[in-house]
């Protein structure tokens, strides 16, 4: 067990929707990062969070949004979902200088 | 950006086999990590491994920063190691990874 909780770990939902997937990171660690896992894009970065800012941006579609709040936990918002969107989405936490630890993902269908 | 190249993109192995996956990287990197994907989508921290070896019972990795690559050694695998090996760079210790595709690894009984 890594530490880092995702809920939920599957959502299916239709094109149009919008969802919100949540990331709570190991205790301690102030950064929060979002990879988004595709099958013919692999592990892709989103955006990343310290301490409640945000760190650094990735190829984040615009329909697509973040946050964290001042417990550190964070919220990934997907909004006018596409089919393209189906994919395995990660939340990752670190302290500094240390590895980087994933939750266990959760699986977005969009039908 | 940082680009990944990860070698070979597939591998198949007898169990008791060992291994070596590679990494390279387009620019230095000061945060390298392995990974280990296993079949239920798990995604497992290896090493955090910006230079130097280090070892983890039948793991083993080393990375030469000067040169810009990375070698993930695997000795006496077994069928549990199967899964996809992704190894990830990034600018500093906090900053984001570039990960590469991947090393599809299976082992057979």
């Known amino acids: 067990d890594s530490g880092v909780t995702q809920t939920p770990k599957h959502l299916i939902t239709a094109t149009g929707q919008r969802v919100t997937l949540r990331c709570s990171p190991r205790?301690?660690?102030?950064?929060v990062y979002w990879y988004q896992q595709s099958l013919d894009q692999g592990l892709q970065f989103l955006i990343q969070?310290?301490?409640?800012?945000?760190?650094a941006k990735g190829n984040i579609l615009e329909r697509f949004s973040a946050q964290q709040f001042p417990d550190l936990h964070s919220e990934l918002n997907l909004s006018s979902l596409e089919l393209g969107d189906s994919a395995l989405y990660f939340c990752?936490?670190?302290?500094?200088?240390?590895?980087?630890?994933f939750g266990n993902g959760t699986r977005l269908t969009v039908t | 950006g940082i680009q990944v190249e990860q070698s070979p993109p597939d591998l198949i192995l007898q169990e008791g086999a060992n291994s070596t996956l590679r990494c390279n990287f387009s620019?230095?990197?000061?945060?390298l990590q392995w990974f280990h994907q296993n079949p239920w989508g798990q995604l497992i921290n290896l090493f955090y491994?910006?230079?130097g070896t280090k070892q983890n019972g039948r793991l083993s990795a080393t990375t030469v920063a000067t040169e810009r690559y990375s070698l993930l050694y695997i000795s006496s695998s077994q069928t549990t190691d199967s899964g996809v090996y992704f190894c990830?760079?990034?600018?500093?210790?906090?900053?984001?990874?570039?990960f590469g595709e991947g090393t599809q690894l299976t082992v057979n009984p």
């Open positions: 990830a760079g990034g600018e500093t210790s906090g900053s984001r990874l570039t």
């Open positions: 205790s301690g660690d102030l950064s």
């Open positions: 491994i910006p230079s």
């Open positions: 990752a936490s670190s302290p500094r200088e240390s590895p980087l630890h």
């Open positions: 620019d230095s990197v000061n945060n």
């Open positions: 969070y310290y301490n409640g800012e945000e760190r």
